[in-house]
């Protein structure tokens, strides 16, 4: 079945509400690729020359140190842009960004989407207001690493990840991601991630599946982030 791009652009936080005429410019400025489950779209350091949409599928985005230890930072999916930073400033890439699914893009390049830019205000807005999202989930995550100990920074990742990318089921809230992402979402290892998910588990927290966690007890795992914050790590 067909891909109707307006659609995703209309529901993209960074393109709606902006005007039909719009939305039809971008559909027409924009190109679709498709890339493999574990594709790289592209690499941390790479040239910020595009904006990219994902229309199907799932992305995640990344960032290695120089030792060559990667953190998993986000996970995008239908209906998020990614990439805007390098794109506006010209710089390189700040992480990697590469396909957990097969995914379709949406990629609109810098110079068109700068162009964009000049000829429509209300984008402007949009663009502020999503970077402003953007370095907020930043600071928040830098105060979660240095601050908190490490069930409550377990605890609270699943419920952001639970809010926004969950699916709702009979039993509770499915997250597709494995113990391994989990761990890398956080910067720890997987053993100690696997050793609290079991002990929630057994208290009827969460359940563990291949793949995915499901959370059972949201209140449970917010009264963790709550009694723990105030704790050193």
């Known amino acids: 079945m067909a891909i109707n791009v307006r659609a995703v652009l209309e529901r993209t936080l960074l393109f709606r509400g902006l005007p039909s005429a719009a939305l039809e410019q971008i559909a027409r400025l924009s190109t679709r690729r498709t890339y493999p489950r574990d594709a790289v779209i592209f690499s941390q350091s790479d040239p910020g020359d595009a904006l990219f949409g994902v229309i199907t599928g799932r992305v ?12 998993f930072l986000n996970i995008m999916e239908p209906g998020d842009t990614f990439g805007e930073i390098a794109l506006l400033d010209g710089q390189a890439r700040t992480a990697s960004a590469s396909a957990t699914a097969t995914s379709e893009l949406l990629i609109v390049t810098r110079e068109q989407f700068l162009g964009l830019l000049a000829r429509e205000p209300q984008l402007v807005d949009h663009l502020l207001r999503l970077l402003c999202a953007r370095l907020r989930w930043v600071s928040e995550f830098a105060e979660e690493s240095a601050l908190l100990p490490v069930p409550a920074r377990l605890a609270r990742r699943l419920l952001s990840l639970g809010k ?26 997987r053993q100690i991630v696997n050793h609290h998910l079991q002990e929630w588990k057994a208290r009827h927290w969460v359940d563990l599946g291949r793949g995915k966690i499901m959370i059972l007890n949201s209140r449970a795992l917010e009264a963790v982030v709550a009694s723990d914050a105030g704790m050193d790590g």
């Open 164 to 189: 926004l990318h969950g699916h709702e089921s009979r039993a509770g809230l499915e997250l597709k991601v494995s113990q391994e992402e989990m761990a890398r979402f956080l910067g720890l290892s």
């Open 60 to 71: 995640r985005i990344s960032a290695s140190s120089a030792g060559g230890r990667e953190v």
